[in-house]
Nanobody
Framework: QVQLVESGGGSVQAGGSLRLSCVIS????????VGWYRQAPGEERELVATVSNDGSSTYEDAVKGRFTITRDNAKNTWYLQIERLKPEDSTVYFC????????WGQGTQVTVSS
């Protein structure tokens, strides 16, 4: 059974930074490409950043230059460093494979005040 555990969220002021963490354990889980997703209430979940086994990464246009996704294979942990936070970044963040499997973790809440 796969477990996805996100952490690191919090309440910050605009312009601040956070580092989100995601520990993935169990199987089966496709670790070749993993992403961070976010979902605001009443909206579709969107993929904001991905990282592949070869280290290559992709970012949604709205977060380019502010978000950095990395992975630590030894710790089975994926990170999302977020800089220059904006109020519109406020939502719940999740990690999952790309494309995502049906099971999701609880996510971690990010709240940015102006």
């Amino acid at each position: 059974q796969v477990q996805l555990v996100e952490s690191g969220g919090g309440s910050v002021q605009a312009g601040g930074s956070l580092r989100l963490s995601c520990v993935i354990s169990g199987s089966p889980f496709d670790r070749n490409r993993v992403g961070w997703y976010r979902q605001a209430p009443g909206e579709e979940r969107e993929l904001v950043a991905t990282v592949s086994n070869d280290g290559s990464s992709t970012y949604e246009d709205a977060v380019k230059g502010r978000f950095t996704i990395t992975r630590d294979n030894a710790k089975n942990t994926w990170y999302l460093q977020i800089e220059r936070l904006k109020p519109e970044d406020s939502t719940v963040y999740f990690c999952n494979s790309v494309p995502p499997m049906r099971h999701w973790g609880q996510g971690t809440q990010v709240t940015v005040s102006s």
